[in-house]
Nanobody, 115 residues
Framework: QVQLVESGGGLVQPGGSLRLSCAAS????????MGWYRQAPGKQRELVAG???????MYVDSVKGRFTISRDNAKKTVYLQMNILKSEDTAVYYC?????????WGQGTQVTVSS
């Protein structure tokens, strides 16, 4: 089973940017679609963006034009570039397989957007 480690979160002001990384532990990473998910306090976990094994991407409407998902199969890493961040983007961000998720979730990385 692929192990995933998220990093890159932090505290940022509204309008700022962050780049999240998700590193995989297996060489078969390239065959999986991958997604970024987030969970804000008191809310359900939701999909933010997905990227297929062939690099086709999708985004929820709330982040379109602001977030970009990408992958580097040689580095076994998926990224989420987040621009023009808003307070409502505050959440713990997780990566997992997409659209069919693996059984386990990692620790996630906290993103806090506040002035």
């Amino acid at each position: 089973q692929v192990q995933l480690v998220e990093s890159g979160g932090g505290l940022v002001q509204p309008g700022g940017s962050l780049r999240l990384s998700c590193a995989a532990s297996r060489s078969i990473f390239s065959i999986y679609g991958m997604g970024w998910y987030r969970q804000a306090p008191g809310k359900q976990r939701e999909l933010v963006a997905g990227i297929s094994s062939t690099a086709v991407t999708m985004y929820v409407d709330s982040v379109k034009g602001r977030f970009t998902i990408s992958r580097d199969n040689a580095k076994k890493t998926v990224y989420l570039q987040m621009n023009i961040l808003k307070s409502e983007d505050t959440a713990v961000y997780y990566c997992n397989r997409w659209p069919l998720r693996g059984d386990s979730w990692g620790q996630g990385t906290q993103v806090t957007v506040s002035s």
